[in-house]
Each structure stands twice: as structure tokens, then as C-alpha cells.
């Protein structure tokens, strides 16, 4: 399991965001409340949208907390949207290739959770990623196989319906690989624009998820950063959120 | 591109042959001669044979020349069999799973060279690894690949039987694929008791192989490590090698 | 603060004392449990005495817990005697440079511990390195500032009064340049054959440190490996341990 | 010896002159032309200035080349100046904290050359450092030492004169500890707004420096990054090169 930030709103340090808070993503790397895992140190990322067509993005594999580079580039990096991750792996290496976000294109994507029995079904699910995309296929996380999959299955136009196209396949494929551990998809991903996030699994025990409002914008976050509880609302099991200028909107989702 | 060398005798420390020799493979990451990259910095990897059921492994991202951990492990293991690799990347990412050797089981894999055309053919060809052996695929080079696919297709029991089976389907996808690139194949790899290489390409010019003999066994190698000229022994294109106590025997290979 | 472990005794496979108890170092990276810092993830180290004149080390910057090449060099090496470590940063960057064990010919040094306030005695310490060890400064450890000064002072022919006129030295400048945190240490080092320990603190809370044994061998340790309470003796405040074929020797350890 | 660049203009994505150009800083990190060694592969980094007080440092162990944050961030970042440096090592370890640019409050440095037999003096140099900068002394380079030497000596108020005096006081040492082999000093640095650079040798055999134009701004190299011969001036030996908005400003400079 994970943790992972995202912002949106006028453009803001990202160090403001990921570093000052009193339980920032940093501090949560050593020491998260609502995660399985405390520690979440087996790599880290941040994706950012400037001037360019496509975000950027730093990867790296050592503790998020201990990272000169990541320090250094939070503090210049002015921006008016970006992702953060720290991962706790569910098993594969701490390897840049590895570590969220994922991008692809303008989109960028992080993710907590895990495909249950990954390795039950592994080749069959990236056996669906079309020959365009295949070479993105850097990795073997379950985390990039998906943001791959939703692509395929056209998060570009619709992005409830990519992903709920895509779970259900990964359901389908669990099920008929015998998984018995849950999916579990607490995630969030942009095209630069509009952030979508989405808390759903199959026991209906999904990671947290969250909302929140700063003076310049808006938050998604696994769990809150700092302790200001009237400022963070609980997004419930198997719902999606769309963060727009306007702020976030909070809808049911469900796969069939 | 790549270099690489393997070594099967009496027992001897690593260094002596890794380091000690005037165009050692340390070297030849820095400056080869006979390959089409004369810089082999992209990561680099050594496995050997010691008391356990298995080798041991140690790949890293550094140049060769500059890892201290390699330095001092080559120092203390002593050993009668072991394989070491330099890689120049001929795409995937310089990250410890794309550096050689792979391993599985009591098997050890060092590869120089490239399927022509990758990215046309990698799905259809990933798609071949039977599910016991899909956990395995850890990266995204092709080299990994082929060793799980010669592993697939009976490496155990037939080694020159395997790597013929493996290369045939990995000619058949190039020409559906239409990748115009040639398949070049100097590799080399062992169970802990035999060394097999072979030295093969689509278009007759493939890397360079050689064996030669030291006072306590013998090695087979990308371009000899000295310039002892009369101890080095060019394996001629399209030919196989298996290195037994006995030394080297050299065979004509081809795939139909 | 960091945590570490020693051992001496018949050949044993590193994994086994390292990897495989139930509150090994590699859990206690994650999860100490009487140390002040829990997770203990800025880099780790192993060094082990093989056949060579010096001992091997092997240190690098990623938590213990998932580096792939500390796993697979403890599950090879057999050794008579090492010494690992996992580290807690008390300011000094991630960078192997900075990982213990520090070396030096035959030595091997891990350090739990502190000069209080550092900065404020570093540049008057490391006057006091000779010039023929001042090459071996390689990092900005208060730690490896602390070995190099007990080689200066003699830890060749008299450990415990090398070391005590080290800290002697230690709490002379602290005291000069007003440092106010406390001296903590709680070391071990070893010329590969006896095993040194010891627990000191200026404010008599120094880190923990315990004896224990094996069925082949003695241990030391920061905290106990395993839950076998009885198997586990604790080393007062302010004692000196020497630990031969024999066992642990425990003796009170002052410094004037 | 290393190769670095400088630019200062009109804001310039990184990626574009340092990426770009034919014979690009990262094509010299693997093939220099008229570097003493052709590849420049021990780490990279990259400072470079925003909207903060002080400037963004990213520096990292692997070959420049292969860096994908690097090549993400260069991509992003848009500024006014910038300086680059892949390194070669005369000696210290592949470490981020031995990578340049070094920093110090809104200063840059980069260096290409050494002090000649460095382990005689460094001890004498190092304590000549003041206390109120010595907590900045994180590895183990001649590079850094002299930047914390220049910065003690008024770098702030007079860089020419701090340099002399740094340069001096490094003589006056190597010929007290009896070093033999020369002291060479090809570096560049600036407080954000003026580059400096210095070209000087004990030999009067300096590594190349050079100056040239480009639609946006000027550049100062350690060898010309494109084959537009015209377009490069070659900085004489024992010369100081000043560039403000106007261009380069070329003067002797000596060491008394």
C-alpha cells in the first residue's frame, strides 16, 4: 500500500504542500495514520504541469524523506497542479521504473492498492494492452498495468467509464484466475486539467481517500496532512471524485 | 550493445579475473574494442556459484568501474564458476532488473546483442512465458526475456535444443512483425556446472566470442581481457560452445 | 540513531542471523523497538571476514529491507564472523560514504549513537586526524570521524584505552564549543578476530546493547534478534564488552 | 577532469541547450573531445535559478545520459541561467554530495581540473575552513574545498580576489606538502545574476574554456557543445572571463 497527494489551484510551491504541513506526504512516508503499512519508503515520485505539453515527472527509490533532489525541486517548482506518491510495495522491486506516478502523454496517475493474487493474473491482463501502448510497459507493478489498461480502454474521453471498464476486466480475470485477495483501487490521475480520483475495491474496504481545501485550491490526499479536521471530508467506499476550478464533486461508483 | 565474461575452473577470486587483467571487463566497460559501443556504463552485474543451491547475484546501476560494493565483493568471493556483465542499453532503463545476469533457479544468463525491432514484437513474444515463469519477468529488456523463454522451451534438459526453439520464435514474430533490425545473440549461460555460449545473429555478423585459458580454467568472453594473443580462441559465427572440465568445445549452431 | 548486530562463532550464512529471526535487523529496520528512532531505513551495511587480508563491506543507500543484493550476498556468505548495520541519519546525507561499517586494513566499525551537537566540534575533531589517515575521510559522519580518531589513538595494540582517549578527546571539544546534546556511543568494532563492544553515554542514557547466543556463536547486539527472552543479556550503562571464543566478557567502562 | 556549461539569457528551457546540441554536455559525458579522459560518467548535476532566493540543485550518481529525471526536469525547467556538470572522477567516491554544482546561498560552482597530489594537503586546507562554513563540507572533493575556500575568502564581495587568495593559499600548501603534480583550475560560478569563470593552471597547461553566443543569451563551456566553429571563442590560459548582460569580459588573471 501507499500514499499519495494531489493538488489543484493557483500555482503554489510544491514543497508548501508537500513538505510544511504537520503530517505532510513526507512525514507519511515515515509514519501514516490509515495506512496498512506505516512506512512507506520503498520509493517515491511527483508529477507537475508547467509550460510543456507533458507533466513532469521525478522518480527516485530512496525514502522520500531523505531525498536532497526531491527537497531541492519541491522548493522551486511553482505549479498549479501535481500528484505525490511514497510506496510501500506489495512486491515488486524499489526501482524507478516502478515507482508512481505513471505517466503517459498529458496524464499522469498514482495509485494505493494492489490487483489481489497479482501473479495469478498478471499475463493475462497485459495480454490486453494493445501494441501502441505496450512499450510504455516500463515496470511490474500492478499499479502501471492498470493506468495502461484505462488508457486502452479510453480514459483520454471518458474517464469513469475507462476505468470502470478496466476493473471489470481485472475483476473477471481474478475470478476466473481463482484471486482470493480483494482489489483494492484507491486512485487519482489527470490529464493536466480536471483531477479524477476513485475509492473503490471488492470487500469494500478501500483505502481512504480525501478532500480538502486550501486558500488556493484543493486537495485529494490519502489521508489528511495536517490536523485541521473541519477542512477534510471522507470520500465514501466505491465513489469518485472530479476536482474542477469549482472545487470537488463526489459521485457513486460501481463496477459490474 | 554489451560485453560480458564467464569463467569455469579451479576455484579463484573474482577480481583476479574481473579487475586484475589489462583489458579486464572493467575496462572494457569504459573503452572495448570490439563492440559497437565502446562504453558499457549502463549498469552491470555479477552471479556466482558458492555452497548454496543457488547462485548468488549482485547487479547495480553504476558504471562498473565506480561501484565500490563490487569492487570489495569481487575481492572477497572466491569461486570456481562465475559469470559478470556490462551493459550498454539499447533502450530499456538503467535500473538493477534490466541488468544482466538474470537468474532462475541454478541458472545464470549474461547477453550481448538485441532482438531487431523490439517494441514490434515484445507482446507477442511476452505473451509466449507460461504462467510459472511470468513472475520472473521482473524488467523490459529483451534479454530477460529470451532467458524465459529458453527456460519456457526446455533449457534444463536441452539446452542447445532450447535456445534454437527460443530463437526460431523469436525470428517467426520479427518477420510477422516486420522488424527489419537483425537478431543478434552472443550469450552465454550456466546450471553451476556446464557453460554454454552461443554466438549467432539474423545477418551473419554477430558479436564477437571468444574462449581462452587460464592456469586454472577456463573463460569465454565478449574480446579477450589481455593482449595475450595466442591464448584467445575467435568462436566463428553461428557456433555453439560448451565448456566442460575439459575445456571448450566448439559447434556448429543455426536456426531453422 | 541506527541499530546493529555482530556476530562471531563457527561459519555461519549471514542470512540466517541477518534475515531469518523474527526481530532480525532487517525487521528492526522497519520496526525497532528500544531504539528512539523506529524506523531505521538511511542506508545499511554488512562486513564479514572471508579469506582475504582485509574484511569485505558491502553498504549502499536503500532501506535493508528491499535490497535485492544484500539479500542474495547474505544468503552466500559464509563467515566466521560480520558485522551489519541499518541506519537512522542524525543529519549526515544518505550516501554510502556516510553507511556503516566503516573500514580500515583489518577493522570493521558500527556506531549507534551521537556527538552532541556536532557541528559545533566537527571541524575541531577532524584536526586531530593524522595525515596518513586523513585520506580515509571520506564522508561527514560524526561516526566515521569517531573510528578514524580511535585508529589515530591506538586501536591496533589498546581498544579500550584507544577508545576511551577518543572520547576523552570527544567530550573535551564538546565541552569547549558548548555543545550541549549529550555523547552518546554505543559501538562495536572488531580486528577480526575479538569482537569489541561498548555502551557509553556523557548522560547515562546511553542506547541499549545486549550479549546473546547461538547454538555456533555469540552475538551483540543493539536489541535482542528474537523473542527468546532468556537467551539475551543486557550490558549496564557505561560497560565494556569483549567477546572471544570463549564469550562475552562484561567490564565497567569510564572515560576521564 | 569533467566537462561543465553555463548559460545566462533570455529564460531558455534547459533541455534545449544542454540536450539538444549536437555535441551536447551529455553527448560529452560519453565522448569529450578535448577532455584528458573521454568519458565523464561519475555523476551529473545541474543548478539552476527561479523564483527562489537561492537556486535548484538536482545531482545525481548515474551517467548523465541515462538520467530520466534529469532529461524530465531539463525538459521543464525554464530559466535565466543555468549551470551543468558531468563529472570524472580524479579520486572521490561516486557519491551525490561529490557531484557539482556545489551550492551556498545563491551561489553556483562547477570545476573541471584538481589540486595536484590533493591527499598531502588536503588536511592542512580543510582546516583553514571557518567554522561558520565548515558544516557545508558534506564529501570529499578538492571541487568543494576550494568552493568553501572562495566563499571564506570574500567570494561574495570580490570573486576575483577570492579566488586569488583561494588559489594562493592551495599553492602555498602543495608546495609545503611537496606536491608534484599541478594544480589546474578551469571552474565557473555565479551568484545568480553574473557568471564567472577562470581559466589558470600551475603548468600553465589549464583545461579549455570557451565563450559563445546564442540567439538568447551566452554560454561559457568547457569545450563548444555544437561544430559552429565561428561561433566559439577560446578563453586564453591564465584568464578570467566576467559575463553580464552585455557578454563575456575577458581579463588576465594570475596567482601570485
Keep these: 500500500m501507499c500514499r499519495w497527494m494531489a493538488y489543484s489551484g493557483e500555482p503554489a510551491f510544491v514543497d508548501e504542500l508537500l513538505f510544511q504541513p504537520c503530517h505532510s506526504l513526507i512525514e507519511q512516508s515515515r509514519h501514516a495514520h490509515e495506512a496498512k503499512t506505516g512506512v512507506n519508503a520503498d520509493g517515491f515520485g511527483v508529477g507537475w504541469y508547467g509550460e510543456r505539453d507533458v507533466p513532469g515527472v521525478f522518480r527516485d527509490i530512496m525514502p522520500a524523506w531523505s531525498d536532497e533532489n526531491l527537497r531541492a525541486l519541491a522548493h522551486q517548482v511553482k505549479t498549479r497542479m501535481f500528484l505525490a506518491h511514497v510506496r510501500a510495495s506489495t512486491g515488486s522491486a524499489t526501482s ?44 511490474a507493478t500492478d499499479s502501471e498495468l492498470i493506468f495502461l489498461m484505462m488508457r486502452a480502454n479510453g480514459l483520454e474521453d471518458d474517464p469513469i467509464g475507462a476505468t470502470r471498464a478496466t476493473l471489470s476486466t481485472v475483476l473477471a480475470a481474478m475470478k476466473a484466475g481463482s484471486a ?58 466505491n465513489h469518485w471524485v472530479t476536482v474542477t476550478p469549482e472545487g470537488p464533486y463526489v459521485e457513486p461508483f460501481s463496477v459490474h
Design 96 to 139: 524507478r521504473v516502478n515507482c508512481h506516478p505513471f505517466s503517459g502523454g498529458r496524464w499522469l496517475f498514482v495509485h494505493n492498492g494492489q490487483i489481489g493474487d497479482f501473479a495469478r493474473v498478471r499475463r493475462t491482463l497485459e495480454a490486453t494492452i494493445p501494441d501502441h501502448l505496450y512499450a510504455e510497459r516500463h515496470g
Design 180 to 237: 482470493n485477495a480483494p482489489l483494492k483501487f484507491t486512485a487519482c490521475f489527470t490529464d493536466g486539467q480536471t483531477i479524477y480520483a476513485c475509492r473503490f475495491s471488492s470487500d469494500d474496504r478501500p483505502p481512504t481517500l480525501y478532500c480538502g481545501r486550501t486558500a488556493k485550491g484543493w486537495l485529494v490526499v490519502s489521508e489528511p496532512i495536517d490536523t485541521e479536521g473541519g477542512r477534510w471530508n471522507a470520500v465514501p467506499p
